[in-house]
């Protein structure tokens, strides 16, 4: 039977050199039976104060804590290591790198539920907290952190792995409508590899405006922005198909 490994990092900042500092994670081997996982762990590298203005980890708390590979769910994560089982987090990329750079080599199916959610949800942003509140989820994370035995907290590892949880339930249900004869997990594996095609920006200075209309409207800009910022896939992806026409 499968292992759905739910999981996310707080790290000392966001660039190439940073690690991580603290991981949560739920190996879910069945309805009703569900392992958790709250670390710490210490880094020689130094937190950025913009990273402990996020998660509230300073450097005491984890001088004497161990270091990432005597983690218990760094040694599970090595355990289930295999296609048969699946690896979840919300922008997957930026966990999984994370612990690559602690030596781990995937070989997990894995699920984005933040490129599911772009594909399956009708909401105009998708990051875990603002779905957290669009969707209610505040509302039954309680019962559901009493049952796991988790205290919630912001911008917590496990905290956010709860309502990854919560969201996950909502995103198969989902599936289950569009794709009635599909698997929902291997079907949000296969979502999970597919880019998404934007309506509208996020970001800059045509922010809640059509990318299509903008394309038309100002084509130089859209080239220059596509060629010199740092975009993610979904919106790489969604510049070279309007600019193709």
């Known amino acids: 039977m499968a292992k759905y490994l739910l999981f996310d990092t ?6 190439e ?3 991580i500092i603290q991981i949560g994670g739920m190996i879910v081997h069945g309805k009703d039976e569900i392992e958790v996982y709250d670390e710490l ?16 980890i300073t450097p005491d708390i984890i001088a004497n804590q161990p270091s990432y590979e005597a983690l218990q769910f760094a040694q599970k994560l090595l355990e289930y ?12 990329g930026f966990d999984l790198k994370m ?15 933040l490129r599911c959610a772009k594909h399956l949800l009708t909401q105009p942003y998708h990051r875990l907290q603002y779905l957290r ?10 019962s559901e952190a009493d049952k796991l035995n988790i205290t919630i907290k912001a911008h917590d590892a496990i905290g956010d792995v709860l309502v990854m949880k919560l969201l996950l339930s909502i995103l198969v249900k989902h599936t289950q409508e569009k794709f009635p004869t599909m698997n929902p997990m291997k079907q949000l594996a296969l979502l999970t590899k597919t880019p998404v095609l934007l ?6 200075k045509y922010k809640e405006r059509e990318i299509a209309e903008i394309i038309k409207a100002d084509k130089g800009y859209i080239t220059w922005m596509k060629n010199n910022m740092d975009l993610d896939e979904d ?11």
């Open 17 to 19: 050199n940073d690690r």
């Open 99 to 113: 612990i690559e750079k602690e030596g781990f080599e995937n070989q997990y199916t894995l699920i984005d539920t």
């Open 10 to 15: 707080e790290t000392t900042g966001i660039d």
């Open 41 to 56: 762990c210490s880094t020689d590298v130094p937190i950025k104060l913009e990273a402990m203005e996020i998660h509230n």
């Open 235 to 245: 919106m790489v992806y969604t510049l070279e198909y309007y600019l193709k026409g």
């Open 81 to 92: 290591n295999s296609p048969d089982n699946y690896l979840i987090a919300h922008n997957i």
């Open 199 to 204: 309506k509208t920006f996020k970001f800059g």
């Open 133 to 142: 509140y669009a969707l209610k989820l505040y509302e039954i994370e309680g």
